[in-house]
């Protein structure tokens, strides 16, 4: 039997959570074709999904028509069907389930007439629940009967005390919201605004709720409930609802967003008029005080004050929440310096940088060294570089500090007091480099163009990707020390697997190869390449990869 397998192939296949799904499906298998060399079956779940088992390369293999399985996965239906080929085995050896060749559906269809056709339709429907509420729901959307609509569609995205929605019925659930869409737009073109707007909010309510614990990697219900939410505008802009009520509203909704799910208050200002605006803002300034470190409450209190275009209040509302990296500072300091008040502005980003304890942003940094650029206070520049660099060793720091001090003539004391500062902290580093980022020193020399410099300091204590890159720079003049950097390197991509080792690998081996070009000793290259191919030839993928490059 060529497709001979066991439960534990598909355990293996589908993975432990994979099979434990797949338990439940055992019952949902129709129309199972056994074949000597493939299984093809339908599972029925929130849709019906087309399966087919066979064999790959000599290991079990499954295609299914639902999102998990279209990506190559290995997915609960699968397993089921793995499960029904193997009870069918049981109950009466390998070909017990093989049926009939498959009837010819569409002839059949063809062949009934309009009577027949809806007495089959009716059939379906009454065995269907899921195919029956859809059916109703435009039944009373067709009637224009509101009190239906919004029952049914309760019915349809109400997932009351139920499990969480799963990978594979994502895409259900997201077609019952948008059939849900569809019956609002209907009362809306019927003049049922009122009513469209209510259905509308619990609905979109019902689908959040459901979408917070639901597998929707594809995001199928997200762009659902996306398209649903604009829905409750349009609506309103036909109901004209109560200023105060909408305010209300929109207040609750966005203040519960988690999902970056939210009304945009922007379109709703023509609704809302000055009176709605007010007691919008009343609303979420309570809500703000009551907890004024909760994300939402200040991210929309903050966008409700730039609509009313208070500055000096924005001011106020935003430093009520400075941080110790000064990107409050900063963000303060934009909107002063926007509005011309650019000496409030950098008074802010100043007192930003002083105040702050954490690391500070290249944007808060750069925004007072342009302010100091323009008023021409040169020596406020290059104190703060100075400063900048003393607090961070980067090599942009000092490159930074390099080119101010040598605009003003001053590179030279400059550079020796940062050369300072760098072997004090590459001294503290020693051995232990390898084990970090490595001395920034030697990242300084490297970019001063000082190769034998930082090749001596790395002999001290340095990273290993700062040894590759100065392997790299100095194997035309120390091919042998350069070698030994490069296979001491590949020492520890020996026993790992995967696209990237590969890859690093195949970097090193070529590394390896240029040092021994340089040395006059091709053939100490082919007996360490042969030796390592040869050590590495369970890793195929590896092996394609050196053949490809021409390491053969």
Known sequence: MALAFIEDDLRNAAGPMGFERGLNYRDCVEELDIGPDAVDAIVVGSFEYDVTLSRE???????????????????????????????????????????????????????????????????????????RRRFELRVAQAGQDAGQVHGLVRQLLRRGGREFIDYEDGDAYAVRVEEAGHAIEGLIEAGAAEEAMLVCREAAGFAIEALATAEDANGSIYAAVTDLLPLHLRAARAARPDPLELARHLAEHNLADELDLGHDVGEYTDLLGAKGFAHLRDVVAAAYERNPKGARERRFMEELVRRGGDLDELVTLLSRDLDSYGRQHLRIAIDLDGAGRDEEALKWAETGLRESTGFVGTDLVEFVA??????????????LRRERF????????????????????????????????LRRDAAKQGPLARYGMGPVLIDVLIAEGD????????????????????????????????????????????????EEAYRRVLELLQGVQACH????????????????????????????????AGLA
């Open 57 to 131: 390369r000599g290991a079990l293999a499954g295609q299914c028509s639902c999102p998990w399985g279209q990506e190559g996965n290995f997915c609960k239906h699968c397993v089921a069907v793995g499960l029904a080929v193997l009870a069918a085995w049981a109950a009466g050896g390998p070909t017990a389930a093989t049926g009939p060749a498959r009837p010819d559906l569409d002839a059949w269809l063809e062949s009934l007439t309009e009577a027949e056709l809806r007495e089959e339709l009716r059939v379906l429907i009454r065995g269907d629940r899921e195919l």
């Open 370 to 383: 342009l302010r100091y650029t323009q008023a021409g206070r040169f020596k406020d520049l290059l104190r």
């Open 390 to 421: 003393s607090a961070e060793l980067t090599v942009s720091h000092y490159e930074l500090l390099r080119e101010t001090a040598t605009a003003m003539g001053l590179w030279e004391a400059e550079r020796g007091r940062a050369m300072a500062l």
């Open 451 to 498: 190769f034998e410099g930082a090749w001596e300091q790395a002999r001290r204590g340095s990273s290993e990707p700062q040894r590759l890159k100065l392997a790299a720079l100095i194997r035309q003049g120390r091919p042998a020390e350069a070698l030994e950097v490069y296979q001491r390197a590949l020492e520890s991509l020996r026993t790992q697997t995967g």
């Open 517 to 548: 070009a340089v040395l006059g000793t091709p053939g100490g290259f082919a007996a360490y390449l042969a030796a390592f191919r040869t050590e590495q030839k369970r890793k195929r993928n590896l092996i394609r990869l050196l053949d490809a």
